[in-house]
């Protein structure tokens, strides 16, 4: 079992709706947790960190459930330039780790 | 404010050889990490180095070495390339102590192995 399990995807969804994202993870030593957002063949770019009272960001709100271990991404009102593979990160800072989940692709078509 | 700069962008190397990647930090970052990202997949990490010392260490074989030098620049090495080393190489830098949660990336190396 990965440490970091996302939705497999792909998720093809049109302008305008809702679409969220989860994430699993096995390691309760994890204190830091981030969505990062990848464009085809470009590096990974931070969206949000998430923490355990949630956090909005515009059109984006993140929670954090530790006791369950799990993480979500809501995305609302979705624009096409939304259309990219979203990564789940957990940090272990003091072992100096980051793990990444395999990555769940959107599509928002017209 | 220049991002976090990688070099060089891509390499052609053949089973058996070495290879060097470079890495330099947003200035004012002391925290450099290494990832591998093969396709598919979310990146892997490989190793951390905060002030020029090994801060962690992933799941990689010894035939992956990296350093980190006084202007906190780094190098990862790879000897020995395999086929399955061809991948896309990060490097992300992370602001001083005390905000080192977050990363930023790099635009990364793509090194294909023949």
């Known amino acids: 079992r990965k440490e970091v399990e996302q939705d497999p995807g792909p998720f093809n969804v049109p302008e305008g709706a809702t679409v969220a994202f989860n994430c699993t993870y096995s390691?309760?030593?994890?204190?830091?947790f981030f969505w990062y957002r990848q464009d085809c063949r470009k590096e990974p770019k931070l969206l949000m960190s998430?923490?355990?009272s949630g956090n909005e960001d515009g059109r984006f709100t993140a929670q954090l459930n530790r006791a369950s271990q799990y993480i979500s991404l809501l995305i609302r009102d979705s624009k096409l330039s939304d259309s990219a593979t979203y990564l789940c990160?957990?940090?272990?800072?003091?072992?100096?780790?980051?793990?990444f989940g395999d990555g769940t692709t959107l599509t928002v078509k017209p | 404010d220049a991002g976090v700069t990688q070099s060089p962008t891509h390499l052609i190397k053949t089973r058996g050889q070495h290879v060097t990647l470079r890495c330099s930090p947003i200035s004012g970052h002391k925290s450099v990490s290494w990832y591998q990202q093969v396709l598919g997949q979310g990146p892997q990490f490989i190793f951390q180095?905060?002030?020029?010392?090994?801060?962690g260490r992933g799941n990689f074989p010894d035939r992956f070495s990296a350093r980190q030098f006084p202007n906190y620049s780094s190098e990862l090495n790879v000897n020995a390339l395999l086929l399955g080393d061809s991948a896309l190489y990060l490097c992300?830098?992370?602001?001083?102590?005390?905000?080192?949660?977050?990363?930023?990336f790099g635009p990364g190396t793509r090194l294909l192995v023949l």
């Open positions: 180095y905060y002030e020029k010392e090994e801060r």
């Open positions: 390691n309760s030593a994890s204190q830091s």
């Open positions: 998430v923490y355990s």
């Open positions: 990160v957990v940090r272990n800072t003091n072992a100096g780790k980051s793990t």
């Open positions: 992300a830098s992370s602001p001083p102590r005390g905000r080192e949660e977050t990363q930023y």
